[in-house]
């Protein structure tokens, strides 16, 4: 890098009608005087609009000027990549990025996603470049920082993130998002899976023993799982007061019919 400044230090800027840069800057310093004759003299924004999109594009111009100027000539727009010079960096961990939860809303339009990462191996390499008008980085003189650039991620096949969780929000007042809760889908029982589940449990209460107004009960509180040892026999009353602290003892009384010689509280 000494040997660059060096270089630079020792040569002379170009000639004003050979370097792009001071029109780029001449046409912005234009376009902000226009905008500001704009705002005093109360003209609207017939000039404001278009001078303000001229100084944006020739400033965004400016920069990719200075960015790509050759250290040693000064000219613009000369930087070429020497593709046949490529310094191998070898694999580091870099942050590789995925989506980890959507937020949707009910009519399925996404609302926002956000992003987590993991460490992931990947090769990095030091490009090197070359003036196309002076020559100079033939030898190896202009290259990117030493630390490098990405080119591509190793062990690719191997890549499996996690799905991302499906979070469901609804708009509020103030137009944003409100996270609200979506059960389960349910899943019918079937007529004979339900017909056997009364069989078993005597066509009764499993918990109070009455014969009134039963009903199939889903002790994980899942309405998709369907299974055996899942589903009990309970009246109205009994399933308006069963809660999470019954869990245990509902999956321990589901195989059996009640009897009245052996009456469990499941309500303390």
């Known amino acids: 890098m000494y040997f660059i400044f060096n270089m630079v230090n020792d040569t002379q800027p170009l000639p004003f009608y050979k370097d792009a840069l001071y029109y780029t800057g001449i046409i912005s310093l234009v376009s902000i005087l226009v905008v500001i004759y704009s705002i005093v003299g109360n003209n609207g924004s017939r000039f404001m609009i278009p001078s303000v999109l001229i100084a944006s594009i020739f400033g965004g111009v400016t920069y ?36 980890s939860e959507i937020y949707k809303t009910k009519d399925g339009r996404v609302a926002n996603k956000k992003e987590d990462y993991k460490t992931w ?16 980085g033939k030898n190896g003189e202009w290259h990117d920082d030493e630390k490098g650039i990405f080119k591509s991620w190793e062990n690719n096949s191997q890549w499996n993130p996690p799905k991302p ?5 609804k708009e509020d007042r103030e137009g944003g998002y409100k996270r609200i809760s979506r059960g389960k889908k349910r899943v019918p029982i079937k ?14 209460c499993q918990t109070c023993g009455t014969h009134d107004a039963l009903d199939i009960h889903h002790i994980d509180g899942n309405p998709a799982n369907n299974k055996k040892n899942n589903l009990i026999v309970l009246c109205a009353s009994c399933h308006r007061k069963v809660g999470s602290k019954t869990k245990i003892q509902l999956q321990n009384m589901a195989t059996k019919p009640y009897k009245r010689s052996k009456i469990i509280n499941i309500y303390k």
């Open 121 to 136: 191996p990947a090769h990095f390499v030091q490009r090197f470049f070359y003036c196309k008008k002076c020559g100079y």
């Open 165 to 169: 969780k499906i979070i469901y929000v």
């Open 191 to 204: 007529t004979s899976l339900r017909r056997e589940i009364y069989n078993r449990a005597g066509n009764a």
């Open 64 to 99: 990719f000027i200075w960015s790509t100027r050759c250290p040693y000539c000064k000219r613009s727009f000369v930087k070429k990549e020497d593709e046949l010079k490529e310094k191998d960096l070898g694999i580091r961990n870099a942050k590789r990025y995925y989506v």
